[in-house]
């Protein structure tokens, strides 16, 4: 992971509406996936878009209230050989 919206431990003020990881290789964007969870529990199951660069996951969610969060991301590599995840902290304020 090279990158991502929000930056890890990030504080979002207003709309949080996209959502982004950006890897150093192309990823399977039809196998990965993205999720907004709360207190250990999926809040937002997010799509990636399919015509976002071929580095990168894109979705977007509606605006969240606030609170503590963690944008959860997991890929494959495009050989599908290798699932690589991990979790993004950020938090909502009003």
């Known amino acids: 992971m090279m990158d991502s919206a929000p930056q890890a431990h990030a ?8 959502f982004f990881v950006r890897f150093d290789r192309p990823v399977d964007h039809v196998r990965s996936s993205l999720s907004i969870r709360r207190d250990g529990e999926v809040v937002e199951r997010l799509q990636p878009r399919l015509e976002s660069a071929p580095q990168v996951l894109f979705a ?3 605006t969240l209230p606030s609170g503590s969060y963690q944008l959860h991301w997991a890929v494959r590599t495009l050989t599908g050989a290798k699932e690589i995840q991990g979790d993004i902290p950020f938090t909502v304020k009003d």
């Open 60 to 62: 977007r969610a509606p």
């Open 11 to 18: 504080v979002i003020q207003g709309r949080s509406s996209e």
